[in-house]
């Protein structure tokens, strides 16, 4: 890894001699999607990133994939990401989880080995043609008529760009909190970035604080595994990637352990020490991943909270303790940790902690990330207020894409909340006032029935070869087995079983026999009968996949359901397609009340239906818009009669 | 929060067009007190608000007195429609009114649009949508009863009470999607079976509230109340006596009423449609005739029938065929109350005997002394209501549109049922569900996945 310039260290600005399409300012899983897709776009990018080594580094737990997130990062695989297939390179754990509760809802999820990701991250930006790395720091950028002309490193080299994406993470202005003990950091071990925040609030920008943790890492050889509760791995894996043919790596599993009263006890005897406790921490953190002294504290009745333990790689003995995070000085850590059962002679690696940082509240982007006032200038990932690898995985590819269709002067790729986890994730943002770090989850998705993991590929991948990112052999085999589906599904509908076919296999699932010749197609209805065990009763030629039969087996089981869906979403894009006009004068609605006009001046909403789903924004006030609205709009139609 | 200021005031007669003892004309807007100022004969100040002053009203010009009368200020937002606003208490003469609201308009204000008050009102917040409806009940509400019906929905009564059943709903939602969304383990995080049987409480309780809309209807539309018997039994003086007006044509001749007639009147609170057909022994000999026709359209159509036979005489063939038809065409399908009218002119216990065979209410009355009518009135009202008669607290449903929602919303709840006991996928029953509470959304405001997340994360400890 070299420095593109090698920069006196004088206070004057340096031009650098070299200029991009596409600027990246961080190196985590937002920056690499956005980076990748740029430069496969072919746009020439630069990543900037304050060390290489650090590229793809999994601050927080080694798990990919997960409930709900397991289907953005199947999404991101059919556009054409890269996060999936990493995944399945350095995985040494897949479990399909939800497997009990419905197609719908099963999320694949992995333990990936956290140093060889990081590498395999590594190694995929280096080959990339287009890409270029720049050890630096962002720490402002230059406008002129509200565009982004550069990005600013270390301080005083201006580096040109067309477009520059801010992938932070956790690094704005962040700060670690152990006990009473803080210091600046964007993540253990490594420098915040400083100057960029003031930068976007000099430039118009409001910023906010948000707070997250993390738990200790203890050494494996230190537990005891003798007496946990083991929790092996799927067999066969499934991988995350449409484009994976097999998982390599050996596998390993996760052990499950629970806290006790005493370890409540000892936790919160370190209360009076707590930074969250004690008010240093102003970032609100997350509900859903609440640190062990928050649960002990709010769920004071609980007897046990569950403890999942990771490991963080084959060759690397560390173990993320799940469920254990916390800012509790490192005296309550290790006692507390120490009368879990398994744990009693655990050794820490590294500290659990609190860190908050910058965040800038989404509203201040458009469905594309590219923000409302300057042009060029996107954000993705924890800097919009989101968690996750995945959700900032998501957003570092749309943020990318859109750069790039943006330079090459073609219409933008929005993917709406019908379509994919992905475009209810971005809707979210810029519509919900974001109190917490925000995660995806499938009850986010109110069309989660048509939104499965297995068929990310039928509904995105048109997409991703349109645009440019997916090579068309693979959308080719998509469309193999969206044919293979098709014909599976005629087949159905055509071929009756007899009782004889049929009766053997009632008998052996508990199911009503038939008296007579029944078609296969209703006969598939019943839950409780597998597709498989059918096709074979009907002599229909099997080795189909088991996508295809999953598939199969549930448009087929809930046709009712997904009849409904659709109509809804139909009813969706009507009031989508209800436009609000660019030069619309919220000012002008006096009836509006005083919060909902303010949240429609900041979201500027571009149709009726994004206006209904803005927190704040009451539904009576929609009504009202809507009388507005076509007061405004045959006001423009009398002035357009005037004038002709 | 902003108010809704146009910049015109509107003023309209707010009581029903037409003479009576006082008539309300109100008005509403930013200029509405200094308008009224210039008219009354005192001077209102915002200090007035919500007072009641006597006074007397004049022209502009002050040259006539046009009435005497009680206005009431009301400043906004604390008025109907949020904003300041009048209302004159004038004598029910048209031709006053008339001239108060010409002297109105020509001070500047406009006659209001119709609804352009309640328009107003939901402009400024002053109601939610299911308020909105129930202003336009209440101008409908044709009775007592069904204005207190409108006037409880109006206080949000129905918000309160599907508030409750949605929160239960979220409530069970929460635990569904606590399952689907933070359980990585496949460990069951509730028990089925104490989901079912909250799930089955809801159900009652909607049900119990889909009930109250059977006697909420015939309170708000009216119950239609079909005559019938032998000609010259005494139908139309009893329709008379029922209405206490002399409307159908009364004859000795049998067969007087040749087709029906409909009369509107009031029992108990109840707005009760009356029809009187065509004598039962055309039905009974199966003429062709559109009297008949109608008479067999009607006892479909209508919630109750009254059977009227004569008390002083033995029941003859007709009688008996009547009877025969009662049983036939009529029990089991709609309520019927056996009249014997004429109980003035002697009792034939003959009579009695037989009909008891009907197994049904049998009143004793005379139409022509009015013995016995309000006893009469009340088996009426008894069998209309049932056993559910509706308490005075309690809602009732009287509007078609929450009706089809709880509908809807009990259908969804009854799949998620049949679901969870069939062993549905859970993904399925978590959006039965939804779609639950979905409906009851559409009657008291919208219900989002961030007011579930925001109980799961409430009630619920969250996240290994």
């Known amino acids: ?644 | 929060m902003k108010r809704f200021d146009s910049e015109d005031t509107i003023v309209a007669l707010s009581t029903p067009y037409g003479k009576g003892a006082i008539a309300v004309v109100r008005m509403s807007g930013s200029q509405s007190l200094s308008l009224v100022n210039r008219l009354f004969s005192r001077q209102l100040k915002k200090q007035d608000h919500r007072r009641a002053v006597p006074g007397e009203i004049w022209t502009a010009s002050r040259r006539q007195m046009l009435d005497e009368c009680v206005t009431t200020f009301f400043q906004g937002p604390q008025s109907y429609t949020g904003e300041d606003l009048v209302e004159i208490s004038c004598h029910g003469n048209p031709v006053i009114i008339d001239q108060i609201i010409q002297e109105l308009i020509q001070l500047g204000a406009r006659v209001a649009q119709p609804g352009e008050f309640t328009q107003r009102a939901f402009l400024n917040h002053k109601m939610d949508l299911s308020q909105a409806e129930a202003v336009a009940a209440v101008i409908e509400a044709k009775t007592r009863r069904g204005l207190a019906c409108s006037l409880r929905q109006l206080e949000g009564g129905i918000s309160q009470t599907i508030g409750s059943i949605r929160d239960e709903l979220i409530q069970l939602a929460s635990l569904l999607e606590i399952n689907l969304d933070f359980n990585e383990d496949d460990i069951q995080v509730y028990e089925k079976k104490a989901v079912e049987t909250r799930a089955l409480n809801l159900l009652e309780q909607i049900d119990h509230l889909l009930h109250t809309y059977d006697y909420g209807r015939l309170y708000q539309e009216g119950v239609k109340l079909l005559l019938l018997g032998k000609p010259n039994v005494g139908k139309s003086s009893l329709l008379n006596m029922l209405a206490q007006k002399d409307r159908a044509l009364v004859s000795d001749v049998p067969g007087t009423t040749r087709d029906y007639i409909e009369e509107f009147i009031q029992i108990e609170g109840f707005p009760i449609q009356i029809v009187d057909t065509a004598g039962i022994r055309e039905t009974l000999d199966m003429i062709e005739d559109m009297g008949v026709k109608r008479a067999l359209t009607h006892i479909e159509s209508s919630d109750l029938v009254l059977a009227i036979f004569e008390s002083h005489r033995q029941l003859d063939r007709d009688d008996c065929r009547f009877i025969e038809y009662l049983k036939s065409n009529v029990k089991g399908k709609v309520p019927f109350i056996v009249v014997l009218n004429k109980q003035d002119l002697g009792r034939d216990a003959g009579v009695l005997e037989h009909l008891h065979g009907l197994e049904t209410l049998l009143v004793e009355v005379s139409a022509k002394t009015g013995a016995n009518l309000p006893e009469l009135k009340d088996r009426i009202k008894q069998t209309l209501l049932g056993d559910s008669a509706a308490e005075q607290e309690e809602i009732v449903i009287t509007n078609a549109r929450h009706k089809e929602a709880l509908d809807l919303s009990r259908k969804a709840l009854q799949k998620f049922v049949t679901g969870i006991q069939s062993g549905v996928d859970e993904v399925i029953l978590a959006s039965e569900l939804r779609s639950a509470l979905d409906y009851l959304g559409e009657i008291v405001g919208e219900i989002s996945s961030e007011d579930l997340l925001n109980h799961i994360f409430g009630q619920f400890c969250i996240g290994k």
């Open chain 1, 1 to 644: 890894m070299y420095r593109e310039v090698d920069v006196s260290r004088e206070t004057q600005e340096v031009v650098l001699n070299r200029a991009y399409d596409i600027v990246i300012a961080g190196g985590g899983h937002a920056g690499i999607e956005a980076a990748l897709a740029a430069a496969r776009l072919g746009m020439r990018t630069a990543l900037v990133t304050l060390r290489h080594d650090t590229i793809g580094k999994m601050s927080c737990n080694p798990a990919i994939g997960g409930l709900a997130k397991g289907h953005l990062v199947r999404e991101i695989d059919a556009l054409g990401g890269e996060m999936a297939k990493l995944t399945d390179a350095v995985g040494i754990h897949f479990k399909m989880l939800n497997k009990s509760k419905g197609p719908a809802v099963w999320s694949p999820r992995a333990q990936a080995d956290r140093l060889a990701y990081a590498r395999a991250a590594q190694r995929v930006i280096l080959d990339q043609n287009n890409l270029k790395v720049i050890e630096a720091s962002v720490t402002g950028l230059q406008v002129i008529n509200g565009q982004v002309q550069a990005a600013v490193l270390n301080g005083n080299e201006v580096l040109p760009c067309r477009a520059l994406i801010l992938t932070c993470g956790t690094f704005l202005n962040g700060k670690i909190y152990i006990g009473l003990n803080t210091f600046a950091s964007g993540r253990a071990g490594e420098l915040p970035a400083r100057g960029l925040t003031e930068a976007l609030v000099d430039l118009g920008f409001v910023a906010g604080r948000l707070k997250t943790g993390t738990p200790p890492r203890i050494h494996r050889d230190s537990v005891d595994f003798t007496g946990l509760e083991e929790q092996k791995p799927d067999n066969p894996a499934v991988p995350f990637s449409f484009q994976t043919k097999g998982i390599s790596r050996s596998q390993v599993s996760c052990f499950i352990t629970y806290t006790r009263p005493e370890t409540h006890e000892l936790l919160k005897s370190g209360l009076d020490r707590s930074p969250m406790y004690t008010g240093m921490i102003h970032g609100t953190g997350p509900r859903y991943c609440p640190s062990i002294e928050d649960k002990v504290v709010r769920f004071a009745d609980k007897e046990r909270h569950q403890l999942f333990l990771e490991p963080e790689g084959i060759n690397h003995p560390e173990i993320y303790v799940n469920g254990f995070a916390t800012s509790l000085p490192e005296d309550i850590q290790l006692k507390a940790l120490r009368s879990v059962p398994g744990m009693e002679k655990a050794q820490i690696i590294r500290l659990g902690y609190a860190v908050e940082y910058d965040f800038f509240p989404s509203y201040q982007v458009q469905h594309t990330l590219e923000t409302h006032d300057i042009g060029g200038l996107y954000f993705a990932g924890q800097i919009n207020g989101t968690s996750g690898y995945e959700e900032a995985a998501a957003q570092g590819l749309m943020a990318g894409i859109n750069a790039a269709l943006k330079l090459r002067q073609q219409d933008p790729l929005i993917l709406d909340r019908s379509e994919a986890y992905i475009g209810v994730l971005i809707d979210d943002l810029i519509n919900k006032t974001i109190m917490e770090p925000y995660r995806m989850f499938t009850s986010r998705a109110e069309f989660r029935l048509l939104l499965r993991h297995d068929n990310a590929d039928l509904r995105l991948m048109d997409h991703g070869h349109r645009i440019g990112l997916l090579p068309g052999e693979v959308l080719e085999k998509m469309q193999l087995k969206q044919q293979r589906i098709n014909s599976l599904l005629e087949k159905t509908a055509k071929i009756n079983l007899s009782p004889v076919q049929f009766n053997p296999l009632a008998a052996e699932h508990k199911s009503t026999p038939i008296s007579q010749s029944t078609p296969l197609r209703q006969l598939m209805r019943r839950p409780e009968i597998p597709l498989q065990a059918l096709l074979e009763a009907g002599g229909v030629s099997n080795g189909y996949h088991d996508d295809e039969l999953v598939h199969v087996e549930f448009i087929t089981k809930y046709e009712g359901y997904l009849k409904r869906q659709k109509e809804l979403v139909a009813k969706f894009k009507k009031i989508e397609e209800r436009p609000i006009p660019a030069d619309f004068d919220y000012r002008s609605v006096p009836s509006l009340s005083n919060e909902s006009r303010e949240k429609l001046l900041q979201v500027r909403p571009a149709s009726l239906g994004q206006a209904s789903r803005i927190s704040g924004v009451r539904h009576s006030d929609i009504t009202v818009l809507m009388i507005f609205l076509e007061k405004y709009a045959r006001q423009k139609s009398d002035v357009s009669r005037e004038t002709s």
